[in-house]
């Protein structure tokens, strides 16, 4: 699965930019953990809606966190 080689980066990636901009202040890390936080409140949101739409549990993104 290619979204599964993809996702270790990008957490490094994230976490990376998330420390930094605490370096420069508390509001920017403020900014990266509500920004964080609602990102994954949406994906599953609209995963669990997209699941009840479909019916189906095969049919789900690759990228199923829930």
Known sequence: ?????IFVPVAIAAALILLLSMALGWHYAVDGIVGASVTLACYQGLLAFYRSRSGAREHAPALALG
């Open 1 to 5: 699965m290619r979204t599964r080689r």
